[in-house]
């Protein structure tokens, strides 16, 4: 039996939606303008500036932790086999979503939006507006059937050839 190492990672950056990033710009013009009318208020009433500080710096920071919450990253290892799928949010808290032997998948292809998949659970690892979509459905001991949608390049899909069971990547790769 031949033996093989592959290792592929891949760092996938979600776009954000029109309405995420409106949703951010007026989550930072609400704590902008509540930050200068606490300003103002603690202007005219000298003694209570120290608390008011506290206040205006405590309204920025949740505006940029709130806000970091629409910076979301996708990372795909694929080692030996194994395919992991990572979510990465804000570019600090990193959260395992999907992992799974090749061997376990059942279906893989090209995705397309229309189609009926029929799982238990989607997962969508990708830019919603991606061209080069694919997807795996595979078995959890846990959720059932799985769709997992992600947006490979090129090298990721080459390593995905080596590890796939061979009949599932004929007709895709």
Do not use: H, W
Request: net charge neutral.
């Amino acid at each position: 039996m031949e033996t093989f190492d592959v290792f592929v990672e891949q760092l996938v950056t979600r776009n954000m939606k029109k309405s995420e990033f409106m949703l951010k710009m007026v989550l930072f013009a609400v704590c902008g303008l509540f930050a200068g009318v606490v300003l103002l208020v603690g202007l005219f009433n000298p003694p209570l500036m120290a608390p008011f500080v506290l206040v205006i710096a405590g309204v920025i920071y949740l505006a940029y932790y709130v806000g970091g919450k629409f910076n979301v990253e996708f990372e795909y290892c694929l080692t030996n086999g194994l395919f992991d799928v990572d979510t990465i949010v804000n570019m600090k808290n990193r959260k395992r979503i999907a992992d799974f032997e090749c061997k376990q998948v059942e279906e893989f292809g090209k995705f397309d939006a229309d189609r009926n998949y029929n799982c238990a659970k989607t997962i969508f690892a990708a830019n919603s507006e991606a061209e080069n979509l694919y997807y795996f459905i595979y078995n959890s001991k846990e959720d059932g059937k799985i769709l997992l949608v992600i947006e490979p390049n090129e090298k990721m899909l080459n390593g995905l050839k080596r590890c796939l069971p061979r009949q599932l990547t004929i007709n895709v790769l």
